[in-house]
């Protein structure tokens, strides 16, 4: 007689070699304020903030990732949020248009290094700041864009990442500016899985997201105001800020293993691991 037997077993989750780019705190301090995290007389201890940066450096090459570095320039204070200088996928960059003057300089920075390494850069016409508003997600429906709208990116600019870069795109409308990016509110687990703080997403966003991603991890006001959505993953391994300790122990339960990097002086400026690292996807 055959027997069927149904085994529980954790569900081991794989991580796959990343390739990052960052860019150090060297010209770091909150000069201006652009979003509500910003206080300009609060005071930041720029020798903390570079080595916090590297710390969180050292974790991802420690994990066996590769790390590039882009170099910093004097008076772009948020050049450290590497990741809003474009969006890669496949050897294909579209750049970024920052919505504030501030940043604007910023984004001929990251065009020079995807230009002098020969990738395939797409100049945009549309405001959108990088991987701050976009997630990528290769193995969700066929390979899945995220797109996030209300505070940064121009809706435009969903269609023309989905024009340049030939996956679809589903904008997502983010409604508190406190989570004025997507990925303060959003993040990929792996390649098919995220997390979100449905509270920082317009009720039809939520819906979309419910249909889209039935498995996600959902995170609660703690995890999003703690900064624990603003992580960087590699399929298992989960970099996430200090403060986010109840969003560590959701991924873990999720299968994931969390590892918790302190980023207090960035946190000031608004930022936390994710706007600190670009993927480049090659
Ligand atoms: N001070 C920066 C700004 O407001 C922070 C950017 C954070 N980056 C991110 N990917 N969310 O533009």
Redesign the pocket.
């Given at each position: 007689m055959q027997r069927t037997y149904s085994l529980c077993v954790s569900q081991q989750r794989m991580p796959r070699n990343r390739t990052y780019l960052m860019c150090p705190p060297e010209h770091y301090e909150?000069a201006y304020a652009?979003?509500p995290?910003?206080d300009t007389t609060a005071p930041v201890d720029a020798e903390l903030a570079l080595k916090q940066w590297e710390r969180l450096r050292e974790i991802l090459t420690g994990l066996g990732h590769t790390v590039h570095v882009l170099t910093p320039e004097p008076f772009l204070?948020?050049m450290v949020?590497a990741?809003?200088g474009a969006l890669t996928v496949d050897g294909v960059a579209y750049g970024a248009r920052?919505?504030?003057a501030q940043?604007t300089a910023e984004a001929a920075a990251h065009r020079t290094f995807y230009e002098t390494r020969g990738w395939d850069f797409h100049a945009p016409a549309q405001t959108n700041?990088?991987?701050?508003?976009f997630a990528y997600l290769p193995g969700a429906y066929g390979g899945l864009i995220l797109a996030g709208y209300g505070f940064?990116t121009e809706p435009p600019a969903h269609a023309e990442a989905q024009d340049v870069l030939g996956r679809p795109v589903v904008s997502l409308r983010l409604v508190d500016p406190r989570f004025?990016?997507?990925?303060?509110a959003l993040a990929a687990l792996d390649d098919s899985t995220v997390t979100y703080y449905p509270g920082a997403f317009s009720t039809a966003s939520q819906r979309v997201l419910r249909q889209l991603f039935p498995d996600a991890v959902v995170a609660d006001d703690a995890d999003a105001y703690g900064f624990g959505l603003?992580l960087v993953s590699d399929g298992r391994n989960v970099v996430l800020n200090s403060e986010a300790t109840g969003m560590a122990r959701k991924v873990e339960a999720a299968g994931y293993a969390p590892q918790l990097v302190e980023l207090s002086e960035l946190k000031k400026?608004?930022?936390?691991v994710?706007?600190?690292v670009a993927e480049l996807r090659p």
């Amino acid at each position: 007689m055959q027997r069927t037997y149904s085994l529980c077993v954790s569900q081991q989750r794989m991580p796959r070699n990343r390739t990052y780019l960052m860019c150090p705190p060297e010209h770091y301090e909150v000069a201006y304020a652009i979003n509500p995290w910003m206080d300009t007389t609060a005071p930041v201890d720029a020798e903390l903030a570079l080595k916090q940066w590297e710390r969180l450096r050292e974790i991802l090459t420690g994990l066996g990732h590769t790390v590039h570095v882009l170099t910093p320039e004097p008076f772009l204070p948020d050049m450290v949020y590497a990741a809003n200088g474009a969006l890669t996928v496949d050897g294909v960059a579209y750049g970024a248009r920052f919505k504030f003057a501030q940043r604007t300089a910023e984004a001929a920075a990251h065009r020079t290094f995807y230009e002098t390494r020969g990738w395939d850069f797409h100049a945009p016409a549309q405001t959108n700041e990088g991987e701050g508003d976009f997630a990528y997600l290769p193995g969700a429906y066929g390979g899945l864009i995220l797109a996030g709208y209300g505070f940064r990116t121009e809706p435009p600019a969903h269609a023309e990442a989905q024009d340049v870069l030939g996956r679809p795109v589903v904008s997502l409308r983010l409604v508190d500016p406190r989570f004025y990016h997507l990925d303060t509110a959003l993040a990929a687990l792996d390649d098919s899985t995220v997390t979100y703080y449905p509270g920082a997403f317009s009720t039809a966003s939520q819906r979309v997201l419910r249909q889209l991603f039935p498995d996600a991890v959902v995170a609660d006001d703690a995890d999003a105001y703690g900064f624990g959505l603003n992580l960087v993953s590699d399929g298992r391994n989960v970099v996430l800020n200090s403060e986010a300790t109840g969003m560590a122990r959701k991924v873990e339960a999720a299968g994931y293993a969390p590892q918790l990097v302190e980023l207090s002086e960035l946190k000031k400026g608004g930022g936390s691991v994710k706007c600190c690292v670009a993927e480049l996807r090659p």
